[in-house]
T-cell receptor
Framework: DAGVIQSPRHEVTEMGQEVTLRCKPISGHNSLFWYRQTMMRGLELLIYFNNNVPIDDSGMPEDRFSAKMPNASFSTLKIQPSEPRDSAVYFC???????????FGSGTRLTVV | GQQLNQSPQSMFIQEGEDVSMNCTSSSIFNTWLWYKQEPGEGPVLLIALYKAGELTSNGRLTAQFGITRKDSFLNISASIPSDVGIYFCAGRTTDSWGKLQFGAGTQVVVTP
């Protein structure tokens, strides 16, 4: 299994631009999570999907952030418009069920200048 | 915000020494997990604990689920240079709908 696949690995964009991060979970995993990691705040859960349905998006910072999961093998996290304070590493993780450990992707390092 | 307190924040140890770190929670957890993160990568699951009092080993790593269900520890025996990284505890409560809370991490540096 290739694990959780995220793209791009690095993204540098100008403030105000739209950014789309992509994630392919492990086949057969029915839960998907988007996390943001910064030095100041550590790992923060942004949104959680179960069977492609958003269960909890209370961690999404504001309306500029949106996430979709159109099918079991693909999810996107979009930031529009992006701001410098959005700079962070964004991780996608999946699990076989809500009660199991997560498998993380390698992350997308986002820099907004 | 985070309800997990992970300590120590960092550790500088010599190769061959044992390492111990722990996490405490203000809530009762039904799952404790320990992850390791290396530079440029995502966290990797090391050990999962699902029962109070459970003691589980994975090679030189040993972790325990505290009997109060509010704490867990991770020990690394006979450290080697490749143990370098950030170790995170994570846990979930019964009403968390599968969401994990993460500790702030313990950075481990191993010197030869």
């Amino acid at each position: 299994d290739a694990g959780v696949i995220q793209s791009p690995r690095h993204e540098v964009t100008e403030m105000g631009q739209e950014v789309t991060l992509r994630c392919k979970p492990i086949s057969g995993h029915n839960s998907l999570f988007w996390y943001r990691q910064t030095m100041m705040r550590g790992l923060e859960l942004l949104i959680y999907f179960n069977n492609n349905v958003p269960i909890d998006d209370s961690g999404m910072p504001e309306d500029r952030f949106s996430a979709k999961m159109p099918n079991a093998s693909f999810s996107t996290l979009k930031i529009q418009p992006s701001e410098p304070r959005d700079s962070a590493v964004y991780f996608c993780a999946s699990s076989i069920g809500a009660d199991y450990g997560y498998t993380f992707g390698s992350g997308t390092r986002l820099t907004v200048v | 915000g985070q309800q997990l307190n992970q300590s120590p924040q960092s550790m500088f140890i010599q190769e061959g020494e044992d390492v111990s770190m722990n996490c405490t929670s203000s809530s009762i957890f039904n799952t404790w997990l320990w992850y390791k993160q290396e530079p440029g990568e995502g966290p990797v699951l090391l050990i999962a604990l699902y029962k109070a009092g459970e003691l589980t080993s994975n090679g030189r790593l040993t972790a325990q689920f505290g009997i109060t269900r509010k704490d867990s520890f991770l020990n690394i025996s006979a450290s080697i240079p490749s143990d370098v990284g950030i170790y995170f505890c994570a846990g979930r409560t019964t009403d968390s709908w599968g969401k994990l809370q993460f500790g702030a991490g313990t950075q481990v540096v191993v010197t030869p």
